[in-house]
């Protein structure tokens, strides 16, 4: 039987560290190891962490505080390949705070890998039910997360991902040059030399607790990294065409307003695609909240993709900031 290792890293997250530790421990298939890197915690996550190995014989912290904003450009990235160093397993799964595991995350999310039928697997993520944010649910699938656990995916996050160690060495790691996005360069990368496996309702339960003004400082941050790194240009094509067009159709309204309703109409469809089916009985309030973030998503990409390429620097999430 291969051993499996889990691997994390942390910085600020004394709100959530005892809820991923607990059921990181709770898997039907027991982890071998759980490594969780700390950057340089100085709200008490590593205190947490501390206190949770008297409980836990298989949980590995390990405080480096190279994995921090002020010593790395790439302190998420650095955090994670620490972490996977240390891991003494042959495969490897990614975990992340924010998010909670149910019992058979982990059984699932590696089965293709030790089935022998992949290197690589993604489980993808998607809202806890557990009070999610009106913000939260209209934010959802712009950062690739689903609403039901059912719902299949295809997306890439750290969230939930598993692989061959070997692999990781293989593609290099973690690129440690990238602030935000090094899950979407490692998949990029993974990827030239192997398919992924889509492990089924091996999601993470995430909770971001978004408010309107949280949920677009996020997406304007990972559009200024798209910006910094030069990728995704063709979604920047798509959120640039998509003011644009709202903008000449308002101007004609002075000669009919035909192109506005058909602009509405193609907004509604973008707002309401990717997860009509789990909003179906959702309140009006929920559904005008989703209307309205989807509305105004590629304004803000746009803006802050562009800027990114112009300024060429990130901005900090609020962890690196306390």
Not at 28 to 56: F, M, Q
Not at 110 to 125: K, V
Request: glycine content about 6%; proline content about 6%.
């Amino acid at each position: 039987m291969v051993n499996v290792s889990v691997a994390a890293t942390v910085l600020n997250e004394s709100q959530d560290i005892d809820a991923l530790v607990t059921s990181l421990m709770q898997q039907t298939l027991a982890p071998a190891e759980v490594v969780i890197v700390d950057g340089g915690s100085t709200d008490g996550t590593w205190e947490r962490l501390l206190a949770a190995k008297n409980n836990y014989a298989n949980l590995v912290p390990i405080r480096d505080e190279s994995c921090n904003l002020k010593r790395s450009s790439g302190p998420i990235a650095r955090g994670r390949n620490v972490a996977i160093s240390a891991a003494s397993s042959e495969v490897v799964a990614c975990a992340d705070a924010g998010c909670v595991y149910r019992p058979d995350w982990l059984e699932r999310l590696t089965a293709p890998i030790l089935d022998g039928g992949a290197e690589y697997a993604l489980g993808g993520s998607c809202l806890d039910s557990e009070s999610p944010s009106l913000w939260d649910i209209a934010s959802a699938p712009f950062f690739g997360i689903k609403l039901s656990p059912e719902e299949p995916t295809k997306s890439c996050t750290a969230r939930s991902m598993a692989f061959r160690k070997e692999l990781w060495k293989r593609v290099g790691g973690f690129p440690e040059t990238v602030f935000l996005g090094e899950d979407t360069i490692f998949d990029l990368q993974a990827r030239r030399i192997t398919t992924p496996a889509f492990a089924e309702r091996a999601k993470a339960y995430y909770r971001p607790r978004h408010t309107l003004k949280s949920a677009f400082r996020q997406l304007a941050n990972y559009a200024i990294t798209d910006g910094v790194l030069g990728v995704r240009p063709a979604r920047l094509v798509r959120n640039t065409a998509r003011p644009t067009v709202e903008m000449l159709a308002v101007l004609a309204l002075i000669v009919t307003p035909i192109p506005l309703l058909c602009v509405l109409a193609l907004e509604t469809y973008f707002a309401f695609r990717l997860d009509w089916h789990s909003l179906r009985r959702a309140s009006l309030r929920v559904l005008g909240a989703r209307w309205i973030f989807s509305l105004v998503v590629p304004w803000v990409v746009a803006w802050n993709q562009i800027a990114g390429a112009m300024r060429k620097t990130y901005q900090p999430n609020r962890q690196n900031v306390s």
